[in-house]
């Protein structure tokens, strides 16, 4: 197994964020082993950390697949986040107006490799 690599993926579609903000946690863990990254996002205080947490252990598994992998060796080679649908909702406002309210949406991808 020295001379073969292992690659995995896991998205994680629709998440109910913004393209920015998750990429700006994703940026953190790019290039990072995975026991770097999961303790990284262990402490981040966003919302987002939990659903990049879950996506990372799906990918991590996803490689597993029958397989003894060593958590140390598994680096995180990509790690984005792609702009998603917008919800698009109005707020009513005074004198029978309506203002638009934008809610965005995120595709997250993270891809590891031995």
């Not at 903000?21 to 987002?48: D, H, V, W």
């Not at 990372?56 to 060593?70: C, E, P, R, V």
Request: aromatic share 8%.
């Amino acid at each position: 197994m020295s001379n073969t690599t292992i690659k995995s993926q896991a998205i994680t579609k629709y998440i109910r964020t913004s393209q920015y903000k998750s990429s700006r946690i994703l940026q953190q863990i790019r290039g990072r082993n995975y026991n770097e990254a999961k303790l990284i996002l262990q402490f981040m205080p966003y919302k987002t950390c939990k659903i990049i947490m879950k996506t990372l252990d799906s990918a991590f598994y996803n490689m597993q697949q029958g397989l003894k992998i060593n958590k140390k060796e598994v680096k995180i080679t990509e790690a984005y986040a792609n702009k998603g649908p917008v919800l698009k909702r109005f707020q009513p406002r005074a004198q029978g107006r309506a203002f638009p309210i934008k809610k965005p949406t995120c595709h997250i991808t993270i891809k590891l490799e031995i």
